[in-house]
């Protein structure tokens, strides 16, 4: 019997804990309790996630303490984020070990940001031809979509598409990095160019393409207004687009047989 081309399910660890967290601490329970159920909670809804995506592969991706790179080229980097409950920093050690009792292992590194590691894993088993589905609400990942790549929002109960991308942002995947680098992230504090809006970057990117393309107008005797705003923060644009762009080359340190799914009934315990 031919064996299933691999299925990777990559869970954005924090973005589903987080989640079914803040439903708990709405339920007045102590602290303690929230945690008992959040871990409930994440057993149960990982468990729907492997049954309903029957994956040959799976794995829960954390953020660790980490001190990025983009904290170090940019500073404001993500400042104004609402910090996690101290309760469940404390219960994370507890919420990693309900992965791996529904069989799922976990990534966690001190160096690496869980974004960039899980545009790594997506990347590169969709470079082999085979499928990733990618389960977070951060749009984000929307960048990474591609006929081998699929973001799945959990909580909304929809697919983070191709279709969903123009719906709400009038480009294409492809185009995704070059929108927010004119826009910038509010949630991630990044800034892009003062003045230009979604609405204003969408009609820019489907008149010229790139931000390269833009860059390159923008140096024209006649260029319109907003690609004027673009030639004065030509460094900020450029700066958030390196920002926004999530990494897909980082050495993982492990390949996809040691997160098979079901794992072996050899694996230890």
């Given at each position: 019997?031919?064996?299933?081309?691999?299925?990777l399910?990559i869970?954005?660890?924090?973005?589903?804990?987080?989640?079914?967290h803040?439903?708990?601490?709405?339920?007045?329970?102590?602290p303690?309790?929230?945690?008992?159920?959040?871990?409930?909670?994440?057993?149960?809804?990982c468990?729907?996630l492997?049954?309903?995506?029957?994956?040959?592969?799976?794995i829960?991706?954390?953020?660790?303490?980490?001190?990025s790179w983009?904290?170090e080229v940019?500073p404001?980097?993500k400042?104004?984020?609402?910090?996690?409950?101290?309760?469940?920093r404390e219960?994370?050690?507890?919420?990693?070990?309900?992965?791996?009792?529904?069989?799922?292992?976990?990534?966690?590194?001190?160096?690496?940001?869980?974004?960039?590691?899980?545009?790594t894993?997506?990347?590169?088993?969709?470079?082999h031809?085979?499928?990733?589905?990618?389960?977070?609400?951060?749009?984000?990942?929307?960048q990474?979509?591609?006929?081998?790549?699929?973001?799945?929002?959990h909580?909304?109960?929809?697919?983070?598409?191709?279709?969903?991308?123009?719906?709400q942002?009038?480009?294409?995947?492809a185009q995704?990095?070059?929108?927010?680098?004119?826009t910038?992230?509010?949630?991630?504090?990044?800034k892009?160019?003062?003045?230009i809006?979604?609405?204003?970057?969408?009609?820019l990117?489907l008149?010229?393409?790139?931000?390269?393309?833009?860059?390159?107008a923008?140096?024209?005797?006649?260029?319109?207004?907003p690609?004027?705003?673009?030639?004065?923060?030509?460094d900020?644009?450029?700066?958030?687009?390196?920002?926004?762009?999530?990494?897909r080359?980082?050495?993982?340190?492990?390949?996809?047989?040691?997160?098979?799914?079901?794992?072996?009934?050899?694996?230890a315990e």
């Amino acid at each position: 019997m031919q064996n299933p081309r691999p299925q990777l399910l990559i869970i954005d660890a924090l973005n589903l804990i987080r989640r079914l967290h803040a439903v708990q601490v709405q339920q007045a329970l102590t602290p303690a309790q929230a945690l008992i159920a959040t871990r409930a909670n994440l057993i149960n809804t990982c468990r729907k996630l492997l049954a309903n995506s029957e994956p040959t592969h799976a794995i829960a991706v954390f953020d660790g303490e980490v001190h990025s790179w983009r904290k170090e080229v940019y500073p404001a980097y993500k400042e104004g984020r609402t910090p996690m409950p101290e309760e469940l920093r404390e219960g994370l050690a507890q919420l990693q070990d309900a992965f791996w009792e529904c069989g799922v292992d976990a990534l966690l590194s001190q160096t690496d940001e869980a974004d960039d590691l899980i545009a790594t894993l997506a990347t590169g088993v969709a470079q082999h031809g085979h499928q990733a589905t990618i389960i977070s609400t951060d749009k984000g990942f929307c960048q990474l979509i591609c006929p081998q790549i699929q973001i799945r929002d959990h909580f909304n109960k929809r697919w983070l598409d191709a279709a969903f991308v123009q719906q709400q942002y009038g480009v294409t995947p492809a185009q995704l990095v070059d929108f927010w680098a004119l826009t910038g992230i509010g949630g991630s504090n990044i800034k892009g160019v003062p003045g230009i809006g979604p609405k204003t970057a969408t009609t820019l990117l489907l008149q010229h393409g790139t931000l390269a393309a833009l860059l390159s107008a923008c140096e024209q005797d006649d260029a319109a207004k907003p690609l004027l705003k673009l030639r004065q923060h030509r460094d900020d644009a450029l700066l958030a687009q390196r920002l926004v762009r999530l990494q897909r080359d980082i050495p993982l340190g492990f390949n996809l047989r040691e997160i098979r799914y079901p794992p072996p009934a050899d694996r230890a315990e």
